[in-house]
């Protein structure tokens, strides 16, 4: 059974930054492309980055390129998301995603509960 567990997220203030995790099992990690995807309220599931099997590729949306670093530990089955420099925009439920690397044909795609992002001053 797939399980991916999300933490990391929680209440910051515009400008601040936070680092978001992801246990993967049930699966071989570093076999499979992973992704990061969110969604505001009343707004569609967005991608927002993804990391290829070995970490050796790596792709950012544009709504937070420059501000965001998606990496991986394939040891340890786990997938970060380091976000900076938030914006109130960046708030959301973030998602990590298996056997995704780009886009935002996210219908169908194993995910896990989500962490929550709120980025409020």
């Known amino acids: 059974e797939v399980l991916l567990v999300e933490s990391g997220g929680g209440l910051v203030q515009p400008g601040g930054s936070l680092r978001l995790s992801c246990i993967a099992s049930?699966?071989?990690?570093?076999?499979?492309?992973m992704s990061w995807a969110r969604q505001a309220p009343g707004k569609e599931l967005e991608w927002v980055s993804g990391?290829?099997?070995?970490?050796?590729?790596?792709k950012y949306a544009e709504s937070v390129k420059g501000r965001c670093t998606i990496s991986r530990d394939n040891d340890k089955n786990t997938l970060f998301l380091q976000l900076n420099s938030l914006k109130i925009e960046d708030t959301g439920m973030y998602y990590c995603?298996?056997?995704?690397?780009?886009?935002?044909?996210?219908?169908?795609?194993?995910r896990g509960q989500g962490t929550q992002v709120t980025v409020s001053s």
């Open positions: 049930g699966f071989t990690f570093s076999d499979y492309a």
């Open positions: 990391i290829g099997g070995s970490g050796g590729t790596v």
């Open positions: 995603i298996k056997g995704h690397y780009a886009g935002d044909a996210l219908s169908g795609k194993s």
